[in-house]
T-cell receptor
């Protein structure tokens, strides 16, 4: 069974500072996809960033970047220059190849941004 | 382009009642999904569909049914509601062979909060 682990139920960061959210996953596949989703209080799931396992370069989207360590099966999210609007639940997700596009989600990390 | 829409936003059911959660997408996506999110947990896949007329079970299908008669719509049916089905339900869609930016990415609806008493 595929598992995605987020070991930090809650994190906090000062506004304008940097925070890193951790995610590990278990797989025997070599080609797969990883995602970070943000869920604000409105409960809408919003894609933050995605990473394809065959790409060695870490994905970056503006203030959001990942540290993808394939051998360690680690996929952390770094948020730079944190803003109040970044406060939300963050979910890490794994998609294996050739399984009907099924996603597996972690239990989430609640991020608080302190003004 | 409305993306993924869900109705209703909130619903309270009595034990044993039935209801259908509606989901529609206007992005011409092949894949559609239903997830449930219990308090403090991630999302669990209930059912998914790879195209009109094709559905398959996810991790937690018991107590639910789906149909996919069109590309756009993917309703989720609860036949005999139970308190264990109290949850927030999310519909999502994706286009497996879409543009690079959208490929393999799931787009979510706003969710339906269901309470069974």
């Amino acid at each position: 069974a595929q598992t995605v682990t987020q070991s930090q139920p809650e994190m906090s960061v000062q506004e304008a500072e940097t925070v890193t959210l951790s995610c590990t996953y278990d797989t025997s596949e070599s080609d797969y996809y990883l995602f970070w989703y943000k869920q604000p209080p409105s409960r809408q799931m919003i894609l933050v960033i995605r990473q394809e396992a065959y790409k060695q370069q870490n994905a970056t989207e503006n203030r959001f970047s990942v540290n993808f360590q394939k051998a360690a099966k680690s996929f952390s999210l770094k948020i730079s220059d944190s803003q109040l609007g970044d406060a939300a639940m963050y979910f890490c997700a794994y998609r294996p190849p050739n399984t009907g596009n099924q996603f597996y989600f972690g239990t989430g990390t609640s991020l608080t941004v302190i003004p | 382009n409305a993306g993924v829409t869900q109705t209703p936003k909130f619903r309270i059911l009595k034990i044993g009642q039935s209801m259908t959660l509606q989901c529609a997408q206007d992005m011409n996506h092949n894949y559609m999904y239903w997830y449930r999110q219990d308090p403090g947990m991630g999302l669990k896949l209930i059912y998914y569909s790879v195209g009109a007329g094709i559905t398959d079970k996810g991790e937690v299908p018991n107590g639910y049914n789906v149909s996919r008669s069109t590309t756009e719509d993917f309703p989720l049916r609860l036949e005999l509601a139970a308190p264990s089905q109290t949850s927030v339900y999310f519909c999502a869609s994706s286009h497996l062979r879409g543009l690079a930016g959208g490929r393999d990415t799931q787009y979510f609806g706003p969710g339906t909060r269901l309470t069974v008493l």
